[in-house]
């Protein structure tokens, strides 16, 4: 399997700013994905990232609130703009393991917008 | 949509207890299922799958089968140890499309195990 490490592993910020979180995979790979898991709750899949294309957002979340990069294949940012404390959740990317069916995930990045 | 339900928590056990945490979904076609296990300050580790009927998924003593008719993969393990406190939880897969899957995930089962 992949392995996927984040950037950065937690952070603390003020309402109304953005943070990017950074996700790298020590392979290439075709499919990246980004979920959320707020306090005390499941995961809960933001986007779809191929590298080349648009990521794909799921129902109730939009790219201006969370701009993705897929800039190659071994990397990908999230960034969640304009942050409230609703916001305040663990982050994690993942990536399909030899079979479309698996997925990795990374360590998480937990953010608490104040 | 797709769903999965998980029984609820917290689950306190003793030491070399036996577990079950129930699961059940909801899908249409055939779903790949999974658990995955969240290790305090960890991220989520897969640790078993089954991918069609009557499959039988194991791993560090952990074991779930893929029940059709149940529509169910309720995980088991027959001697729980304190290094198994985590929270677990059940996922099945969604096609999005060409080829490309999602999980959708139950809402997690917290696991204690006191000596």
């Known amino acids: 399997s992949a392995v996927i490490s984040q950037k950065p592993s937690r952070d603390i910020c003020q309402r109304g700013t953005s943070l990017t979180i950074q996700c790298q995979v020590d392979?290439?790979?075709?499919?990246m994905f980004w979920y959320r898991q707020q306090p005390g709750q499941s995961l809960t899949l933001i986007a779809t990232?191929?590298?080349?294309?648009?990521?794909?957002?799921e129902s109730g979340f939009v790219i201006d609130k969370f701009p993705i990069s897929r800039p190659n294949l071994t990397f990908s940012t999230l960034t969640v703009s304009n942050m409230s404390p609703e916001d305040s959740s663990i982050y994690l990317c993942?990536?399909?393991?030899?079979?479309?069916?698996?997925?990795?995930f990374g360590p998480g990045t937990r953010l608490t917008v104040t | 949509g797709n769903s999965v339900t998980q029984m609820e928590g917290p689950v306190t056990l003793s030491e070399e207890a036996f577990l079950t945490i129930n699961c059940t979904y909801t899908?249409?076609?055939?779903?790949?299922l999974f658990w995955y296990v969240q290790y305090p300050g960890e991220g989520l580790q897969l640790l078993l799958k089954?991918?069609?009927?009557?499959d039988k998924g194991s791993n560090k003593g952990f074991e779930a089968t893929y029940r059709k008719e149940t529509t169910s993969f309720h995980l088991e393990k027959g001697s729980v140890q304190v290094s198994d406190s985590a929270v677990y939880f059940c996922?099945?897969?969604?096609?999005?499309?060409?080829?490309?899957?999602?999980?959708?995930f139950g809402q997690g089962t917290r696991l204690t195990i006191n000596p």
């Open positions: 993942s990536t399909t393991g030899t079979s479309a069916y698996e997925q990795y």
């Open positions: 990232a191929n590298q080349g294309s648009e990521a794909t957002y």
């Open positions: 899908a249409t076609g055939y779903p790949s």
């Open positions: 996922a099945l897969s969604d096609p999005l499309g060409q080829g490309a899957q999602k999980l959708v």
């Open positions: 089954a991918t069609k009927a009557d």
């Open positions: 392979s290439q790979v075709t499919m």
